[in-house]
């Protein structure tokens, strides 16, 4: 599903020709520490703003987690365990919000 709360972008006149929309998954990293998420419903019209969060059952371990590459449709989220320096396959939970044409 997805959640439009009606704003306007930038300096847009009305009548609007946006509306703004969350999109939200979970996910999994690769052993190589990066996966490449694909953004439901042909992404957005432009950039959106992407939050991630860790998911474990591990309880040690100092993971570094980015969001990279993004773009309107696609974005690459990179874990990091610092404990060990290496990367390594995580799961974690995304969130994003951008606008998209009406």
Same mark, same amino acid.
Do not use: C, K
């Given at each position: 599903?997805?959640? @439009?709360?009606? @704003?306007? #972008? ?18 999994? !990293?690769?052993? =190589?520490?990066? $996966?490449?998420? %694909?953004?439901?419903? @042909?992404? #957005? /019209? ?6 991630? =969060?860790?998911? @474990?059952?591990?309880?040690?371990? /100092?993971? $570094?987690? /980015?969001?990279? $590459?993004? !773009?309107?449709? $696609?974005? %690459? ?8 320096? %290496? ?8 969130? =994003?919000?951008? /606008?998209?044409?009406?």
């Amino acid at each position: 599903g997805a959640l @439009s709360i009606g @704003s306007f #972008y930038g300096q847009v006149t009305f009548p609007q020709r946006h509306h703004w929309v969350m999109e939200v998954g979970a996910g999994v !990293t690769n052993t =190589s520490g990066w $996966t490449m998420v %694909t953004i439901p419903n @042909s992404g #957005y /019209s432009g950039l959106p703003y992407v939050q991630i =969060s860790m998911y @474990s059952t591990v309880q040690n371990g /100092s993971y $570094t987690h /980015s969001v990279t $590459t993004l !773009t309107a449709s $696609t974005f %690459t989220v990179m874990v990091f365990d610092q404990d060990v320096a %290496t990367a390594t396959p995580r799961q974690f939970f995304w969130q =994003s919000i951008g /606008s998209r044409v009406l």
